[in-house]
C-alpha cells in the first residue's frame, strides 16, 4: 500500500468511525430514556418523530442555541479548557478498537480499525487516565462549592478504580499474551467442551469480569456510583456552572466513555466480533461487524438496566468497596490466572 | 526527516513547560505544565521506539501521579504563592553553577558512554524484551525496589494516621 492510498483509506476509516460514534452517543441517549422511562412505568420520548426516533437532533439544535452563559467568578483559561479535554479524549479511543477482521477490497488488505498498534490497549489506558482532567479541572476552574466537591469525588474516584481496572485486565493479558486488542480478540476463537464459546467470560475471566464491570460503571461516573453528579446533594455536581455547548461537550464525554468501555468489554470479554458465519460470502464479510455491534449493544443496555434498577451508594461505601473487596479481588484473580498459566505452559 | 523534526518539537515543549512550571505563580498551572512535560517526554520515548515505556509514562506520571498532585492542590485550595526577589547568592551563584553542570553532564555522557546517538526507533522497547530484563536479569533490584516502595506506604501510613488514635489502640 503506498502513502497516497494509505492516507486516503485512513481518512475514510477516521471519517466513518467519528460519525458512527457520535450517532451512536446520540442515540444511545435516546436509549438510556426510552429504557428508563419503561422500567419506571413511563413512555420516555415519544414526541419528535416516530418512537421519539429525532429526539437526539432536537436536543443537539437546542444545545447549540441555548445561551453560552460564563459566570463571572470562574476561572477561565481551564474553565474553557475542561470541556475540551473531556470531550477530546473521550473520542480519541475510539481510534484504537477493532470492529472487525481484516477485510479483502481488491487486493488491499484493510483492518477495520483506525490504527492498529501493538500496545493498543495500553494506550487507551493512558487516554482515559488524562480524562480524569477534564472532570476535576471542570470542578476546580468553576470555583463553586458544588463543582468542587463533585470534582474532588470525581478524582478520587477514579485513581481508586483505575487500579482494580487495570489489575481485572491484566488476567486476560496473561491469556492472550498481548496488548494488541486483534490478538486478543483472536486467542478467544474455538469452543471448549464441544459448544460452550472459548470468550474469556466463560473460560476462566469470570472474576475479572465483575470486576472490571464495576470498575468500569464507577470510572464512567454512572448509577451506582454517579456520586460526583449526584442531583440531590451536589445539584449537578463538575458541570453544574456549564451551559449550551460546553455542558453538551460533558454530556458526549460521559456517552462516549461508555462506548468506549463496553467496546473494550466485548472485545476482552465476549470474544469481540467472534460469531457464527453463514450464509454468501457478502453475509459473512458483514456478520462479524454485527456481531460485534450486538454485543456492544447488549452491555449498553446492561449500563442502562443498572441505572434503571439500583440507588446510589454512600460516598464511603464507595471506596471501601474498592479497596477492601474489588482490589484484593483483582489481586486474588490475577495470582490464580497466573499459576494456571504458568502450570499448563 | 519528520522523526527528527518531531523529536526536536517535543524536546522544545518539554522545556518550555518545564520553564512555565517555574515561572507560574498559581499551583495549579505549575501543576499542569508539570503534565505537558510528563507528556512531551513520553512522545520522546516513543519516538525513539520505547513505545511501552511511553505508555507508562502517561499512565503512571500524567495519569496517576499528577492527578493526585491536582487532588491535593484542590483539597488544600492553595491559592497563588507569595514571590520573594530571590537572594543574590542564588543569582550569582545558582544560575552560573547550573549552566556549567549542565554543560558538564552533557560533556561527560557524550564523551564517555560509548554510545554514539542513538538512531530513532532503535531502542528494544517491546513489553516482552522489558518483562525479560525485569523478570530475570534484573529480579533482586525489583524485588528490592518493591520492598522499598512497601516500606515508603507503610511510613506514609504511620506518619497520616492521627497520633491519638494510636494511643488510644495502645490502652485498649
Known amino acids: 500500500m503506498n502513502v497516497k492510498t494509505y492516507i486516503f483509506v485512513s481518512v475514510i476509516k477516521t471519517v466513518i468511525a467519528l460519525f458512527v460514534l457520535l450517532t451512536a452517543v446520540a442515540y444511545s441517549v435516546w436509549l438510556e430514556r426510552k429504557v ?3 422500567i419506571q412505568n413511563r413512555w420516555g420520548p415519544q414526541r419528535v418523530g416516530p418512537f421519539g426516533l429525532l429526539q437526539p437532533l432536537a436536543d443537539g439544535i437546542k444545545f447549540l442555541f441555548k445561551e453560552d452563559l460564563t459566570p463571572p467568578h470562574v476561572y477561565k483559561p481551564l ?22 477482521e481484516t477485510v479483502d477490497l481488491r487486493g488491499l488488505r484493510i483492518p477495520l480499525q483506525i490504527t492498529d498498534v501493538n500496545i493498543g ?3 487507551i489506558l493512558g487516554v482515559t487516565s488524562i480524562g480524569v482532567y477534564g472532570v476535576a479541572l471542570a470542578g476546580w476552574s468553576s470555583n463553586s462549592k458544588y463543582s468542587l466537591l463533585g470534582g474532588l469525588r470525581a478524582s478520587a474516584q477514579m485513581v481508586s478504580y483505575e487500579i482494580s481496572l487495570g489489575l481485572s485486565l491484566v488476567g486476560v493479558l496473561i491469556m492472550a499474551g498481548s496488548f494488541s486488542l486483534r490478538a486478543i480478540v483472536d486467542a478467544q476463537k474455538g469452543f471448549f467442551w464441544g459448544f460452550i464459546p472459548n470468550w474469556n467470560l466463560f473460560h476462566g475471566q469470570e472474576v475479572a469480569f465483575f470486576v472490571y464491570l464495576m470498575s468500569a460503571f464507577a470510572e464512567t461516573n454512572r448509577v451506582p456510583f454517579d456520586l460526583p453528579e449526584a442531583e440531590t446533594e451536589l445539584v449537578a455536581g463538575y458541570h453544574t456552572e456549564y451551559s449550551a455547548m460546553k455542558f453538551a461537550m460533558f454530556f458526549m464525554a460521559e456517552y462516549a466513555n461508555m462506548i468506549t468501555v463496553s467496546c473494550l468489554a466485548t472485545l476482552l470479554f465476549l470474544g469481540g466480533w467472534i460469531g ?10 458483514i456478520l462479524p461487524v454485527l456481531w460485534f455491534f450486538l454485543k ?19 460516598y464511603d461505601q464507595l471506596m471501601g468497596f474498592a479497596w477492601k473487596f474489588l482490589f484484593p479481588l483483582a489481586i486474588a484473580n490475577l495470582v490464580v490466572t497466573g499459576l494456571i498459566v504458568a502450570l499448563r505452559a | 526527516m519528520l522523526h527528527l523534526a518531531l523529536f526536536l518539537m517535543f524536546g522544545a515543549i518539554c522545556i518550555a513547560g518545564a520553564i512555565n512550571l517555574l515561572v507560574q505563580s498559581h499551583p495549579i498551572n505549575s501543576a499542569l505544565s508539570l503534565i505537558a512535560v510528563m507528556a512531551s517526554l513520553a512522545v520522546e520515548y516513543l519516538l525513539l ?12 506520571y500524567a495519569g496517576a501521579i499528577m492527578v493526585l498532585f491536582v487532588f491535593v492542590i484542590m483539597l488544600l485550595n492553595a491559592g497563588v504563592e507569595e514571590r520573594t526577589r530571590g ?9 552560573p553553577g547550573v549552566l556549567v553542570g549542565s554543560v558538564l553532564i552533557a560533556w561527560l555522557l557524550l564523551r564517555h558512554s560509548g554510545t554514539t546517538a542513538v538512531g530513532i526507533g532503535a531502542l528494544p522497547g517491546s513489553p516482552q524484551t522489558i518483562g525479560w530484563l525485569l523478570f530475570h536479569d534484573f529480579l533482586l533490584p525489583f524485588e528490592v525496589t518493591s520492598v522499598l516502595v512497601l516500606i515508603a506506604i507503610m511510613g506514609a501510613v504511620v506518619l497520616a494516621s ?11
Open chain 1, 79 to 100: 474553565y474553557i479548557a475542561a470541556p475540551m479535554i473531556a470531550v477530546t479524549m473521550a473520542l480519541t479511543s475510539i481510534a484504537l478498537i477493532p470492529v472487525g
Open chain 1, 296 to 314: 456492544v449493544l447488549a452491555f449498553m443496555f446492561l449500563y442502562i438496566w443498572v441505572r434503571g434498577t439500583l440507588p446510589r451508594f454512600r
Open chain 2, 49 to 60: 521506539g520505547a513505545e511501552f515505556v511511553a505508555a507508562v509514562q502517561v499512565i503512571i
Open chain 1, 276 to 285: 457464527p458465519l453463514f450464509g454468501p460470502p457478502l453475509l459473512r464479510a
Open chain 2, 87 to 95: 537572594s543574590r547568592v542564588a543569582i550569582l551563584f545558582g544560575i
Open chain 1, 36 to 38: 428508563v422511562g419503561h
Open chain 2, 162 to 172: 492521627r497520633p491519638e488514635s494510636i494511643e488510644e489502640r495502645r490502652q485498649g
Open chain 1, 121 to 123: 490497549l495500553l494506550i
